[in-house]
């Protein structure tokens, strides 16, 4: 990397950082706006969120690596996303919104009592702290690649950038940051593929110098049972991960939290065609890589074909969006600490400032942790073992017994809880003990399939038993009242929504005109500068024509 590259991601970053600044008075002032994003936020926002946060989570590393080892599977595997996202949409989304419950949190809280509230609050910052940790990695990884720094350095300057503007603006930066994210990495890529293909001298040289069964669909790994069951865990996590559910229960009403399910699944139905390109085109540049270097494959193909500048973009994009997954957590980890930990132990009478203040203080500590955590991963077998063995082990756990629930008035604290701890004790079992004591080691097909099936396979006897006992959980009907009963928000609170909409969205196309205007200016000196000015001024133009709407609306 070259100077201009290094100016072109501190210039990213300090956009960034200063959206988040940006919310840091309307997140002071109100609960609702740091917490909520003040509970009626748009869909396309809440939608682009959440899709950019979630393929992050290893887009460019997890999947990228598989990309490059085993070819189109990695495009397969991203595409049952796009199935578990139309299940969350069609079944699940709506669910959330109408519970009346701003986080999943709260909803645990009333629906199951304090002491399941407390316990599930509890084990979901332990999963969120392990997570978080595996979306600082593949940052770390990226711009150590491409960059003489050190990985753990890298980890450490990234970590601190996420931690900081999480904690100025709450949920109103995250949602806003997310979007701009999503501008910077397409840009990136709709840049970095053509050049890719003109590397290898076209798209034919993709087919026919790749190893033989590059594009088959499955691998003995990945198997067509694996995407089966992988689509279950994606429909649990997507639908039950705390951090999404605040994408469902944010917006205004039930039918805008199905359509910010449909946008995730929408876009998950192009995306894979395009983001596993690029690894997929450094195989036949450089088929040698071993071990855990084809986790750099994205940004070995960059800096192979792009010039200086673009490399920079390219990589603000990638670390833009992996970085989302991660403030997404965080403002998660914030917000259920000071909410359901802080006051509901500690402060009962804790103010709506005074917890703002908490949230503010525990991302400061929860991302430290993070960052620490981080920088362990290598010694777990790398990123791909990490986020896999997670799914594994946790996914279906956590996340299972509560999306069940939200259908269900027969499952109670017992039944959760229960269900909960055998699945993480056994799963843990099976990957941790039996293989080191046996040498049996599952492989991932029934590794996911165990995960997924064990709790929903208990769950449903436990639902068989309270049946035929004709049992009724009180609590559940107690929520069912209270959801009946809920008064409809007033018109000041829409009109601080709409307030805090019209400023939300007003940042989101000025910066996006910036980094169009930005990514331009770059195309003026590139040697591919017709495709980076194309990019860059169409950013630009679409950018200038929503500021225009904004203002006649307003005016």
Not at 53 to 59: D, I, K, V, W
Not at 85 to 93: H, Q, R, T
Not at 219 to 235: P, R, V
Not at 354 to 372: H, M, P, S, W, Y
Request: proline content about 3%; charged content about 10%.
């Amino acid at each position: 990397m070259e100077q201009l590259d290094f100016i072109v991601m501190i210039v990213f970053a300090l956009l960034i950082f200063a959206i988040g600044l940006t919310f840091t008075r309307m997140g002071s002032k109100s609960g609702q706006a740091f917490f909520e994003a003040g509970g009626e936020t748009p869909w396309w926002i809440n939608g682009l969120s959440l899709f950019i946060s979630y393929f992050s989570a290893g887009t460019f590393v997890v999947w990228g690596s598989i990309a490059y080892k085993h070819g189109a599977v990695a495009n397969v595997i991203q595409l049952t996303m796009a199935v578990s996202g139309f299940l969350v949409a069609i079944f699940i989304a709506a669910k959330w919104k109408r519970t009346g419950t701003r986080t999943a949190a709260e909803y645990i809280g009333k629906r199951f009592g304090t002491r399941a509230q407390q316990f599930y609050t509890y084990l979901i910052l332990i999963l969120s702290l392990v997570n978080t940790s595996a979306v600082l990695y593949p940052v770390g990884k990226m711009v150590y690649v491409a960059t003489p720094f050190s990985l753990n350095a890298c980890i450490i300057g990234i970590g601190l950038v996420i931690v900081l503007y999480t904690a100025a603006g709450g949920l109103w930066a995250v949602l806003v940051t997310d979007v701009v994210q999503f501008v910077i990495l397409m840009a990136a890529v709709l840049i970095v593929i053509p050049a890719a293909f003109g590397e290898i001298g076209g798209v034919n040289n993709l087919f026919t110098k790749t190893p033989e069964h590059f594009f088959e669909p499955f691998t003995s790994d990945y198997t067509a049972g694996f995407m089966l069951a992988f689509i279950g865990y994606q429909t649990v996590y997507i639908g039950g991960n705390w951090s999404y559910v605040q994408r469902y229960t944010s917006v205004s009403d039930e039918r805008n939290a199905k359509k910010v399910a449909y946008l995730f699944a929408g876009l998950y139905l192009v995306s894979p065609l395009i983001w596993m390109l690029p690894p997929m085109i450094y195989r036949v540049i450089n088929p040698d890589l071993q071990g855990l270097d084809p986790e750099g494959a994205y940004m070995m193909l960059c800096q192979r074909v792009l010039p200086a500048g673009l490399i920079g973009l390219v990589l603000s994009g990638m670390i833009s969006a992996t970085s989302s997954k991660a403030n997404t957590t965080i403002n998660l980890a914030a917000t259920v600490f000071a909410q359901d930990v802080y006051r509901s132990v500690f402060r009962p009478a804790a103010s709506e400032k005074e917890q703002i203040l908490v949230a503010r203080l525990f991302t400061l500590l929860f991302g430290a942790g993070t960052i620490g955590v981080a920088m362990l991963v290598p010694l777990a077998g790398g990123i791909v073992e990490v986020v896999l063995s997670i799914a594994a082990i946790a996914g279906g756990a956590l996340f299972a017994p509560i999306i069940w629930s939200l259908y269900s008035k027969r499952q109670n604290a017992f039944s959760v809880i229960t269900t909960t701890i055998v699945a993480l004790l056994i799963n843990l079992f099976f990957k941790v003990i039996v293989p080191s004591l046996i040498g049996l080691k599952f492989n991932r097909t029934i590794e996911t399939l165990l995960g997924v099936g064990l709790p929903l396979l208990m769950l449903a006897c436990f639902e068989w038993y309270y049946a035929s006992k004709a049992m009724v959980s009180e609590r559940a009907l107690a929520l069912e009242r209270e959801q009946s009963n809920a008064a409809k928000p007033s018109g000041a609170h829409h009109a601080e929504a709409r307030r805090q909409n019209v400023f939300g969205v007003t940042v989101i196309v000025i910066a996006s005109a910036v980094v169009g205007l930005g990514i331009f200016s770059l195309g003026l000196a590139a040697k591919q500068n017709s495709i980076v000015m194309a990019v860059g001024g169409g950013i630009f133009v679409l950018s200038s024509i929503g500021l225009l709407r904004i203002r006649r609306a307003a005016s």
